[in-house]
């Protein structure tokens, strides 16, 4: 597997929150591959967690890989405030 880089990070809505199985399945299918992995760190002063979404640097197409993972995230009823962190 190549080298994976911080692609998104997103934090939810207020008394929102996702595990990190369900957040795989999401990701991995707005790439279109199971190459992927996610991380949760929780900010204890906000209780709020920031979730970063990883993957390799040549993730092809990456406004339609975003399309996807926002869809995915609305049809799960969360509200992301998403932020791009790499975009080739």
């Keep these: ?15 929102q929150s996702i595990g990190p199985a ?9 790439c ?22 990883y993957a390799s640097q040549q993730l092809p197409d990456l406004p339609l890989v975003e399309l996807r993972l926002r869809q995915a995230l609305d049809r799960h009823h969360l509200r992301a405030s998403l932020i791009v962190l790499h975009a080739h």
Aim: net charge positive; glycine share 6%.
């Design 1 to 15: 597997m190549k080298h994976q880089i911080a692609i998104f990070r997103f934090t939810l809505g207020p008394h």
């Design 22 to 30: 369900l957040l795989h399945a999401l990701w991995a299918a707005a």
């Design 32 to 53: 279109q591959s199971p190459n992927v992995s996610v991380g949760r760190h929780d900010d204890r002063a906000s209780g709020r967690a920031t979730y970063s979404l």
